[in-house]
T-cell receptor
Framework: DAGVIQSPRHEVTEMGQEVTLRCKPI?????LFWYRQTMMRGLELLIY????????DSGMPEDRFSAKMPNASFSTLKIQPSEPRDSAVYFC?????????????FGQGTRLTVV | AQKVTQAQTEISVVEKEDVTLDCVYE???????LFWYKQPPSGELVFLIR??????QNEISGRYSWNFQKSTSSFNFTITASQVVDSAVYFC??????????????FGGGTRLMVKP
């Protein structure tokens, strides 16, 4: 199994531009998560999908952020317009079930730099 | 609301020393899950262990061991005979089994472990 695949691995963009991060979860996993890692706030959950449906998006920082999961094998996290404070590492993770008794597997992350 | 505290932000040891990483958690749920993840310098997050709240049995896996104590709300991680390759940031995390919470993880701030040769 290839694991959770994220693209791009690195993204540098100018303030005000739209940024789209992509994630392919592990085949057969029905839960998908987007996390953000910064020095100031550590690792924080942005949004959680179960069976392609957003269950909890309370961690999405503001309306500039949106996430979609059109099918079981693909999800996107979009920032429009981007700001320098969005610079962070964004992780996608997937797990087999919607309960905590299975572990989440993380992708390698996308390092976003907004200048 | 749940919370995970890793009071040790950075630990430095010499190779072959034993080291314990502390984790204290807060939750109002009676059913919950605890995790440890490793983040090596390459940046990915690697799953190490999962424990549910009903299983306080300690676990050993090679040089790694975990001590779960509900009475003190702690889930500590010990590396025996540390090696340079153990150098990484280690995260403790908690998820609650309510309202279809799934694997929504609350992470601690992480402990950076540096093992010197």
């Amino acid at each position: 199994d290839a694991g959770v695949i994220q693209s791009p691995r690195h993204e540098v963009t100018e303030m005000g531009q739209e940024v789209t991060l992509r994630c392919k979860p592990i085949s057969g996993h029905n839960s998908l998560f987007w996390y953000r890692q910064t020095m100031m706030r550590g690792l924080e959950l942005l949004i959680y999908f179960n069976n392609n449906v957003p269950i909890d998006d309370s961690g999405m920082p503001e309306d500039r952020f949106s996430a979609k999961m059109p099918n079981a094998s693909f999800s996107t996290l979009k920032i429009q317009p981007s700001e320098p404070r969005d610079s962070a590492v964004y992780f996608c993770a997937s797990s087999l079930a919607g309960t905590g008794d299975t572990e989440a597997f993380f992708g390698q992350g996308t390092r976003l730099t907004v200048v | 609301a749940q919370k995970v505290t890793q009071a040790q932000t950075e630990i430095s040891v010499v190779e072959k020393e034993d080291v314990t990483l502390d984790c204290v958690y807060e939750t109002r749920d009676t059913t919950y899950y605890l995790f440890w993840y490793k983040q090596p310098p390459s940046g990915e997050l690697v799953f190490l262990i999962r424990r549910n709240s009903f299983d306080e049995q300690n676990e050993i896996s090679g040089r790694y061991s975990w001590n779960f104590q509900k009475s003190t709300s702690s889930f500590n991680f010990t590396i025996t005979a540390s090696q340079v390759v153990d150098s990484a940031v280690y995260f403790c995390a908690l998820s609650e089994a309510i309202n279809n919470a799934g694997n929504m993880l609350t992470f601690g701030g992480g402990t950076r472990l540096m093992v010197k040769p």
